[in-house]
């Protein structure tokens, strides 16, 4: 505990960093980053939707510590994280004449941060950075374990790297100007740490804790953000880069969200926690129909999303629901995904709340009629 920030650390050995998480930290995102920057320059990588609301404060934050602090914007939305949008940024990156001392800090949710982590990763053959994030999707998940990455037409964080930050600053309170679409977004990730391995923290939201977080009560956002980048942060420092199984468990959920974002094209229609909240409701349903998990437990996780607003079908989607959605199409995204083998789609399924697991060498078969009733409902 730092004043009124609490740490959770993750634990890599030499490349060990802390997660600062509390109120106001953006203030504090100079003394917090300072002695992470020896070299005394940075440059604060944001969007057009973020740059408004928060750069001035953390450029002046970073200045006062007596850090340079040059900028950089991209476009806001997904688009961005493609092959040529990453390409401009590069060219804007060198144009700060950066050296190998230079650190960026990403200023924003997990398209900035996805950008940001891949640059640094490349820049000059590697340079540090660190995550400021600015959405609750991006501070309980996508900041946390070092994975970065671009979208191809081929489907989602198909080029990247692993590139850990030194720092991740969770500042709650930026979640007060989110809108409710983006903290439901977060939500379903949030959701996903009591569905992989802790019933308990599941049934925490399921009491009414969830709906306290989305409501703006301070204590519920600052416990939720804590006990997701704890459970994060134990997963990534048991196995970094996925080479074993446990890290893959983070994918629940996200084998039908990715082929879901991609037949949307990763478009404003349907945000990446909109798409892992129904994600994760058909891994249930799938495991329920396999005889994995009582059928309870699939409507418990399904009832639960539904009561706070998150989607549990596409054809919940009622910015889309005019769309002509193709079971066979959604299966064939699928088998691109990056966790497969040997040709096989990989599923996180579960044997229950809290016992997900990884299945190897499912047959299609019961993914498509899963496909085909959520389509239905």
């Not at 679409?181 to 969830?210: H, M, N, S, T």
């Not at 629901?321 to 088998?335: E, G, P, S, T, Y």
């Amino acid at each position: 505990m730092t004043g009124s920030s609490r740490q959770v650390p993750v634990e890599l050995g030499e490349r060990r960093y802390l997660i600062e998480i509390g109120a106001g930290l953006i203030d504090r995102a100079g003394p917090l980053c300072a002695p992470l920057v020896p070299g005394g320059r940075t440059i604060i990588v944001t969007d057009t939707a973020v740059a408004p609301l928060y750069l001035d404060r953390v450029r002046a934050s970073l200045e006062a510590a007596g850090l340079r602090a040059d900028t950089v914007s991209v476009p806001a939305g997904e688009a961005s994280k493609a092959f040529d949008s990453f390409g401009r940024l590069m060219d804007d990156l060198l144009d700060c004449r950066p050296d190998r001392g230079t650190v960026l800090v990403a200023l924003g949710g997990g398209v900035v941060g996805d950008l940001t982590g891949f640059a640094a990763a490349v820049l000059l053959r590697g340079v540090d950075f660190i995550q400021i994030p600015t959405t609750l999707l991006a501070q309980v998940d996508s900041s946390v374990g070092g994975k970065t990455g671009i979208n191809t037409r081929h489907g989602k964080n198909l080029v990247g790297s692993f590139h850990q930050p030194r720092l991740v600053i969770a500042d709650t309170q930026v979640l007060d100007t989110l809108p409710r679409r983006e903290l439901l977004a977060g939500y379903a990730e949030v959701v996903k740490y009591g569905l992989i391995d802790d019933a308990p923290f599941f049934e925490w939201l399921e009491q009414g804790k969830g709906r306290a977080l989305l409501d703006g009560n301070a204590g519920a956002r600052a416990e939720a953000v804590a006990r997701s980048c704890a459970a994060k942060a134990r997963i990534v420092a048991s196995d970094e880069r996925e080479t074993g199984e446990l890290r893959a468990l983070l994918n629940l959920g996200h084998t039908f969200a990715h082929a879901l974002e991609k037949e949307t094209g990763y478009g404003p229609d349907l945000l990446h926690g909109e798409a892992v909240g129904i994600g994760m409701a058909m891994a249930f349903d799938m495991s329920a129909a396999l005889g994995l998990c009582p059928a309870e437990d699939a409507l418990r996780v399904r009832r639960h999303l539904e009561s706070v607003g998150l989607a549990t079908s596409p054809r919940a989607i009622a910015r889309d629901n005019q769309r002509a959605w193709d079971a066979v199409r959604l299966i064939d995204h699928m088998r691109g995904d990056k966790k497969n083998r040997d040709g096989r789609i990989t599923f996180i399924l579960a044997r229950g709340i809290g016992r997900a697991f990884v299945a190897r060498g499912i047959d299609e078969a019961p993914a498509l009629e899963t496909v085909r009733r959520a389509l239905a409902a």
